[in-house]
């Protein structure tokens, strides 16, 4: 790639139609920058009928993807939507080195052969999101071999060593003495030369990116190109509205859930934490989710904007009839039985899980183990709507409607 | 490459002809390191009948040379007397890429022939001290064409940021906050790396070069080689004594000087220097210099021995002929005529040169610029033991040997 001039772009008005995509792609997110720059592009590809190219960087190991991590796929669909081209773009140049330092001596590099089918394993439950024709799978491997050490060289001579360590952790690291090896300087370099090579137009993240996605910005100038808009996203808070959601935390929601598990975790959220979710996770437009808000407001049951929720994402991950059945199965079991709104939320500290009658008390459902015993042996009590039979059951991690009788209710968390 | 442990070397008592082959290398040096690992590998290469590899790096320019830069070839050239290996390793890599910060864009990148026809002209110069089939010349980009942006990414793994900063330069450049390019960091790895391709045994350089040979012992050490040694070699004395010599102070001798211009000027130094040259320039032994400073010490003349080094010096760079000639000459004009021991020595500043009455009214010759016109007229005046005839001459930048009459005399650099 030569260096050149950037083409002077011509400015194209806005729409009020840009103004809105606008706002559906800032809804949920931590930034972007920079916002005049970005509906610049949005109008220039609506009168040229180009779409915009949006990056996200991916290693390519293949995680079990709960919801958390499908806010920024969610954000790729609405862009999508908006009629934009999503790339996937696989870090692979760096997986087959391996862990250069060698400080993780039993991760041996991955093969071209792993990293595909990680890639491929990725794609699969992303496209539960998003739309695959409209998705260009990528490997950075395609420009950063042929790059070489020559070619390396003279991209580390285009940033300075003052500017890098203005990044967050090389900032800490340096001034507590905590070593950082010289390898770890060209790693932002790297990414952003993939966006010089992709010419990208957006490139999203999480907030702990955004020091990596402007030096894309600043390599693209550099190459000649109009920089990238940057959007960093927010981590989503995990079932118990407090910590993000995490596997260890066990306050998620995996994608591949059974449907009837997913609609009842989704409605043991609060009313609060589903107005958040619905920013992040939803593809409603903004326009539906203010109707909701104002209906709320004007006194309707926000149970049933939950419901809504719930079928939306049961819908995406599994189908439109997993969601009926799921909510189906949900109103027969807490028929005539319906959770309070402002039910308890209560955290209890059990990570190998405990016996239901310990964990009633430890809720408050029960003043004792005994009496908890004892309502369980009346068929008094229920976890997530349904009758537990077992006065032995281990309950492990996770998030349920526990119900005691019929008045009292807690959401538990064990973790 | 890959990462192996070294193997065990078994050790070699060093016998008095190692610690001699020592005591000649350390000649003159300013750091020899480490000095008990120099002695053991010298002690093995004996014992095993295996050269070792002396490696000094060189930039692809084509400069002329200098007696200050044969002070490092004549080092190399003790080297091959003992029997050593001398590697030429022309930097051609980095010439291939060019300035990459893109400061120097009247400099292009140097083509591949430029580079070899540079190495040639070099190597044509320095062959007059070395010994052409005791010395290899090779090209850096053999291994770092193939190392890849990968390769170099392993590489600069092996490093840490702190390392690289305590060179001197760097730790000034980021102390004062002024610019570093994140590629210059990596020019001390590539150098290093070199000694690992080249297994290299020793390396030489300016003392301006200590960390970067230091770097290169350790990335031996990392790829499971012995380390190298490091002998930092001084900048050689001018003519005058006192500054370094370079062709911009006009205080040097270019090695294809004439044989006269030569030998005049190396017998114009003081007894001084002409000691100093002796270890630096002289490829004689240890023991003939010990023997020469016995001499004079009991009361030999040095310009006896001024004239041995004058001579071993024009019979390198032309022949024991030329030599022979030059010192019939200079005796030829200086018959009758010797110049006194204890000349004054006189510095003159005028870049320009000046009129060669001036000279001698300024260097204490002569009272005034007219009594100087007369003594010129008068034939009374010799110029490096030549009668100056032409009373309007101008006299350039250089170191003279300016006699007036029988008994004045001075030396005088014009700068």
Same mark, same amino acid.
């Given at each position: 790639?030569?260096?050149?001039?950037?083409? !002077?772009?011509?400015?194209?008005?806005?729409?009020?139609?840009?103004?809105?995509?606008?706002?559906?792609?800032?809804?949920?997110?931590?930034? @972007?920058?920079?916002?005049?720059?970005?509906?610049?592009?949005?109008?220039?590809?609506?009168?040229?009928?180009?779409?915009?190219?949006?990056?996200?960087?991916?290693? =390519?190991?293949? =995680?079990?993807?709960?919801?958390? *991590?499908?806010?920024?796929?969610?954000?790729?669909?609405?862009?999508?939507?908006?009629? *934009?081209?999503?790339?996937?773009?696989?870090?692979?140049?760096?997986?087959?080195?391996?862990? =250069?330092?060698?400080?993780?001596?039993?991760? =041996?590099?991955?093969?071209?052969?792993?990293?595909?089918?990680?890639?491929?394993?990725?794609?699969?439950?992303?496209?539960?999101?998003?739309?695959?024709?409209?998705? +260009?799978?990528?490997?950075?491997? +395609?420009?950063?071999?042929? @790059?070489?050490?020559?070619?390396?060289?003279?991209?580390?001579?285009?940033?300075?060593?003052?500017?890098?360590?203005?990044?967050?952790?090389?900032?800490?690291?340096?001034?507590?003495?905590?070593?950082?090896?010289?390898?770890?300087?060209?790693?932002?370099?790297?990414?952003?030369?993939?966006?010089?090579?992709?010419?990208?137009?957006?490139? @999203?993240?999480?907030?702990?990116?955004?020091?990596?996605?402007?030096?894309?910005?600043?390599? #693209?100038? *550099?190459?000649?190109?109009?920089?990238?808009?940057?959007?960093?996203?927010?981590?989503?808070?995990?079932?118990?509205?407090?910590?993000?959601?995490?596997?260890?935390?066990?306050?998620?929601?995996?994608?591949?859930?059974?449907?009837?598990?997913?609609?009842?975790?989704?409605?043991?959220?609060?009313?609060?934490?589903?107005?958040?979710?619905?920013?992040?996770?939803?593809?409603?437009?903004? !326009?539906?989710?203010?109707?909701?808000?104002?209906?709320?407001? +004007?006194?309707?049951?926000?149970?049933?904007?939950?419901?809504?929720?719930? #079928?939306?994402?049961?819908?995406?991950? *599994?189908?439109?009839?997993?969601?009926?059945?799921?909510?189906?199965?949900? +109103?027969?079991?807490?028929? &005539?039985?319906?959770?309070?709104?402002?039910?308890?939320?209560?955290?209890?500290?059990?990570?190998?899980?405990?016996?239901?009658?310990?964990?009633?008390?430890?809720? $408050?459902?029960?003043?004792?183990?005994?009496?908890?015993?004892?309502?369980?042996?009346?068929?008094?009590?229920?976890?997530? &709507?349904?009758?537990?039979?077992?006065?032995?059951?281990?309950?492990?991690? $996770?998030?349920?409607?526990?119900?005691?009788?019929?008045?009292?209710?807690?959401?538990?968390?064990?973790?």
């Amino acid at each position: 790639m030569s260096i050149a001039t950037a083409p !002077a772009a011509s400015v194209v008005p806005a729409t009020p139609a840009d103004e809105v995509a606008l706002a559906t792609v800032k809804r949920g997110c931590e930034e @972007l920058l920079v916002e005049a720059e970005f509906l610049q592009k949005l109008a220039r590809s609506r009168a040229g009928g180009q779409p915009l190219r949006c990056k996200l960087g991916l290693d =390519p190991t293949a =995680p079990d993807i709960h919801l958390g *991590h499908t806010v920024v796929l969610n954000k790729l669909r609405q862009l999508q939507d908006l009629g *934009h081209t999503v790339i996937f773009l696989i870090g692979d140049f760096t997986s087959l080195i391996g862990d =250069p330092s060698g400080r993780n001596t039993t991760r =041996p590099p991955l093969t071209r052969e792993q990293i595909e089918a990680n890639a491929q394993t990725y794609f699969q439950q992303a496209a539960l999101v998003l739309d695959r024709d409209q998705t +260009e799978i990528r490997y950075n491997s +395609e420009w950063s071999d042929p @790059l070489g050490a020559g070619g390396l060289i003279k991209l580390a001579a285009r940033y300075t060593l003052a500017r890098l360590l203005e990044r967050d952790d090389f900032a800490k690291r340096f001034a507590e003495n905590s070593p950082i090896a010289v390898h770890e300087l060209l790693y932002p370099l790297m990414q952003g030369y993939d966006s010089v090579a992709l010419r990208s137009d957006l490139e @999203l993240g999480g907030t702990d990116q955004k020091f990596n996605l402007l030096v894309g910005r600043e390599l #693209q100038r *550099h190459y000649g190109q109009e920089p990238q808009c940057i959007l960093t996203m927010p981590l989503l808070e995990g079932l118990d509205g407090v910590e993000k959601m995490s596997k260890s935390k066990n306050n998620y929601i995996g994608i591949t859930e059974a449907p009837f598990e997913m609609f009842g975790k989704v409605m043991s959220i609060s009313d609060e934490l589903m107005w958040r979710w619905y920013d992040l996770v939803s593809t409603r437009s903004n !326009a539906e989710i203010a109707g909701f808000r104002r209906e709320v407001g +004007e006194g309707r049951n926000p149970r049933d904007i939950k419901v809504a929720l719930a #079928q939306e994402i049961v819908t995406r991950f *599994h189908s439109k009839r997993a969601a009926e059945q799921a909510l189906a199965e949900f +109103e027969a079991r807490f028929r &005539g039985n319906a959770a309070p709104e402002d039910m308890p939320g209560v955290t209890v500290h059990a990570p190998q899980g405990l016996p239901i009658a310990q964990l009633l008390r430890q809720a $408050g459902l029960a003043p004792s183990t005994s009496e908890a015993v004892r309502n369980i042996e009346q068929g008094g009590v229920r976890l997530d &709507g349904e009758k537990v039979a077992d006065r032995a059951a281990v309950i492990g991690p $996770g998030t349920y409607v526990l119900q005691v009788g019929k008045r009292k209710w807690a959401r538990v968390t064990v973790q």
